[in-house]
């Protein structure tokens, strides 16, 4: 028996998330699972760093599986790649300990949130990013964004989130790119929802709704209903999975 890491990249568009689901809706994990399936002596019972919802994309994604395969490592993503449909490919494998997991390892992860602010939508990006119009006070947003960082209590930014909401957040920044708002979060683990609703609040600051120094108020009486509406899915990335400890200052 070995245990192999894959990275994953995916478009959520036509997924109704990475986890399987009990109406049997279609899924990045089913659609492995049906994949490795097909390799005798593997155990298609596969384990990810992250559970991304609905709409929602990754660039490299971390999972887990065991197997009793024999297919040489270097070999493993051509395999898979060609028994998966082309919204999910296997960008890298590796063989990892026994004791190595996609989720408990990991010391943190990384998401960022694409809007586009421009006065016309896209037709190529339509999946990709959230667009509104509406021009920005970018600064309002890169200073109540730096107000996420650091550990809080982020019940206002929970959806139906069962779990303790207190979480670190190691960098929360925002970025101009042509004519996008990127956001970039990196945490040791987020609450259901949470990226999404913080990108909701950041927006609303941009737009005037709200002043920045909301986002202290909503760290410091953790009320969902205070908080900004949810972002919606398709702008949203899980971007990477770190086994070692984040350093500050990193990009």
Partial sequence: MRRLKLVLEYDGTDFAGFQLQAQGERTVQGVLEAALARIP???PRVTAAGRTDSGVHALAMPV????EDTVPIEKVPMALNALLPPD???LEAEEVPPDWHARY????RRYLYRVLNRSQPTA???????WVPQPFDFPKIAAAARMLEGEHDFGAFANREKRATVRVLYQARAEAV???LHLHFVGSGFVRGQVRAMVGTLVEVGLGRRPPEDVARLLENPERSEGGATAP?????FVAAGYSPWETGAA
Avoid at 64 to 67: E, K, L, M, V
Avoid at 105 to 108: D, E, M
Avoid at 124 to 130: A, F, I, N, P, S
Avoid at 233 to 237: A, F, H, W
């Fill in 41 to 43: 002596g593997t155990r």
């Fill in 64 to 67: 887990h599986y065991d197997t």
């Fill in 233 to 237: 899915p398709q702008g949203l990335y």
């Fill in 105 to 108: 390892s990991a010391r943190w």
């Fill in 88 to 90: 999910v490919r296997v």
């Fill in 178 to 180: 042509g004519g996008e």
């Fill in 124 to 130: 190529l990006d339509r999946h990709r990013v959230w």
